[in-house]
């Protein structure tokens, strides 16, 4: 049986998050959406800017959940499960939205190309 208070703990953690990203405060980690310097100046961003900043981040999460599951693989004492588990169910979730973004992304191509001219 789990303990109750390692679960308490976690969902303490889950909510600490949770109330820093609707204050705006964030988290530390990347931004899903981050714009340069230039962008800032102009106020635009395009498209394939935007696409590419989201795929940049799914990267580099799913970068640190892998050193962090190698971390914990060879024992690092820093580096705990939950931390890890955690690690990887965020780069689960954002790979899986990112394919949802390019399966939507296909659709609407598809759908234009079959418009009549």
Do not use: H, W
């Amino acid at each position: 049986m789990v303990e109750r208070a390692d679960i308490n703990s976690v969902l303490m953690q889950m909510r600490t998050i949770q109330s820093q990203v609707q204050s705006g405060a964030g988290i530390s980690g990347p931004s899903p959406i981050a714009p340069n310097q230039a962008e800032l100046k102009t106020g635009r961003t395009g498209f394939g800017d935007l696409l590419k900043n989201a795929i940049d981040s799914v990267n580099e999460v799913q970068g640190t959940a892998k050193k962090l599951a190698t971390a914990y693989e060879k024992g690092d004492p820093t580096v705990d499960l939950p931390q890890v588990m955690i690690a990887a169910q965020k780069a689960s979730v954002s790979f899986q939205a990112l394919t949802q973004v390019r399966n939507r992304l296909v659709s609407a191509y598809e759908d234009i190309s079959k418009m009549p001219i």
